[in-house]
């Protein structure tokens, strides 16, 4: 035992390591579970107490030895890459980094605020979580009116007067309870209704309410407010009308279409054969609202609006399957990197 370790010292003393390579290699040789040194420690256990005194100072010089020259290829290693550092070529181009980018709803949701804040509009917000006074009651739906059945709703079971927000349009409600007019407010949210999901459905979607509340407000600022914000949205040219539509909150109500078209197979498919689309529901505040929040509708009238963030985004980048939206695969949203 005593020439395996005077060879060991010996070979090691000799050895010069300047690779990672052979510093790995060495570590194997030596220091591994079943490395040399663990061999000889495993021999030496079973050594007669005399021969443990005498060998025992030897092995442990051996072990010194091997844990020093393994310290020394540490720092080696450490130098070799500083080495290695200062060769790297700083005028070579950067490694690639994907850039992320912002949801295409989100992106759609900037672009109509900020038509809208062009105009003096300021962005309110409100629960999702919402009572039934706010989402339907104040807004001209009391209990068991038919309008109801409108918006499949999610009630929370614990508390049935409370509700997971059907439209964005219990905002207004919120908004003029607390302030007094003239008000110029859009609320951008989530809204869910007990919907199947399919192509054309989801059990939650996104919506911009609009209200406008003045002295002497009338159809007409309603009109011309909205065929500004068509305009801006998707060009001059855009066709609009307005249909006469039933909404509870408002009187008169009415639904605003665009011309889409009928030049493909698809627009066929998606405007039902008349080239035009709904695009969102508007009207004017009825007096019931404004009372239910003790605005005086002999003194304020206004206008309210109200728009699906998706219906849009479909149309503008011309996505035929609402499940998109939601799936977060990154093949389909790398595909709105750079667009705004
Ligand atoms: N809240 C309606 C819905 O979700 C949309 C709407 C229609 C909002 C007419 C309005 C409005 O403010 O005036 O179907």
Same mark, same amino acid.
């Given at each position: 035992m005593q020439e395996k370790i005077n060879k060991y010292i010996h070979d090691i003393n000799s050895i010069t390591i300047s690779s990672i390579e052979e510093a790995t290699i060495f570590h194997k040789k030596y220091l591994s579970k079943k490395g040399l040194l663990n061999q000889l420690f495993n021999e030496f256990k079973v050594l007669e107490s005399a021969k443990k005194r005498e060998l025992g100072p030897l092995l442990n010089n051996l072990k010194k030895i091997i844990t020093e020259k393994s310290q020394t290829l540490k720092i080696d290693k450490n130098d070799n890459l500083s080495k290695q550092s200062k060769k790297i070529d700083i005028t070579l181009p950067s490694s690639y980094e994907p850039v992320g980018s912002l949801h295409p709803l989100s992106q759609v949701k900037r672009k109509i605020i900020s038509i809208f804040e062009k105009v003096g509009f300021i962005i309110s917000d409100g629960p999702e979580i919402e009572d039934d006074w706010h989402n339907f009651s104040a807004l001209n !739906?009391?209990?068991?009116?038919?309008?109801?059945? !409108?918006q499949d709703t999610f009630f929370i079971s614990v508390n049935p007067d409370m509700l997971l927000r059907t439209h964005t349009s219990s905002v207004q409600i919120r908004y003029m309870n607390q302030t007094e007019p003239p008000i110029r407010i859009i609320s951008p949210g989530r809204v869910y209704r007990k919907e199947d999901i399919s192509a054309r459905a989801n059990c939650f979607f996104h919506q911009i309410e609009g209200l406008y509340i003045d002295h002497d407000i009338s159809f007409s600022d309603l009109k011309k407010m909205i065929t500004y914000f068509l305009k801006s949205l998707f060009g001059e040219d855009v066709k609009t009308r307005f249909r006469p539509s039933f909404f509870?909150?408002?009187?008169p109500s009415a639904e605003v279409d665009i011309y889409w078209g009928l030049n493909s197979e698809s627009d066929y498919r998606i405007t039902k054969g008349t080239g035009w689309l709904e695009i969102m529901g508007c009207g004017m505040i009825d007096p019931n609202v404004l009372e239910n929040v003790n605005i005086n509708p002999k003194i304020y009238s206004g206008f309210a609006f109200g728009l699906g963030i998706e219906r849009i985004a479909m149309l503008l980048y011309q996505?035929?399957?609402?499940r998109l939206f939601f799936e977060n695969d990154i093949r389909f949203l790398k595909q709105f990197q750079g667009l705004s």
């Open positions: !739906m009391p209990k068991n009116h038919p309008a109801r059945d !409108m509870p909150f408002t009187e996505i035929d399957d609402l």
